[in-house]
Nanobody, 118 residues
Framework: QVQLVESGGGLVQAGGSLRLSCEASGHTFSLYYVAWFRQALGKEREFVAAVNSNGGSISYADSLKGRFTISRDNAKNAVYLQMNSLKPEDSAVYYC???????????WGQGTQVTVSS
């Protein structure tokens, strides 16, 4: 089992950047796939980016490629999401999720709010 805590959200102007962190407890964190999802008010949760257990495989939502970068540091039990050129439509609560390779995402953090002003 793993516990996740997101941080780094906040209010930023359009065109700005934020770096979100997802810190995990548990000594087996390096076994888990981790993904970022986001949920805007009144909308369904959507996939943002994912990284496999050793960081060697990464995927992004097509609409976010080139602006967002996911990375992980297993020595620090952390996964990061660097978000550049932010747009008002990126405003949402951002969640990190974790799973073992054969599972669905089932471990979730509490989320961190990102608000991009125009």
């Amino acid at each position: 089992q793993v516990q996740l805590v997101e941080s780094g959200g906040g209010l930023v102007q359009a065109g700005g950047s934020l770096r979100l962190s997802c810190e995990a407890s548990g000594h087996t964190f390096s076994l888990y796939y981790v993904a970022w999802f986001r949920q805007a008010l009144g909308k369904e949760r959507e996939f943002v980016a994912a990284v496999n257990s050793n960081g060697g495989s990464i995927s992004y939502a097509d609409s976010l490629k080139g602006r967002f970068t996911i990375s992980r540091d297993n020595a620090k039990n952390a996964v990061y999401l660097q978000m550049n050129s932010l747009k008002p439509e990126d405003s949402a609560v951002y969640y990190c999720g974790a799973k073992l390779v054969w599972e669905q995402y089932k471990y979730w953090g509490q989320g961190t709010q990102v608000t991009v002003s125009s």
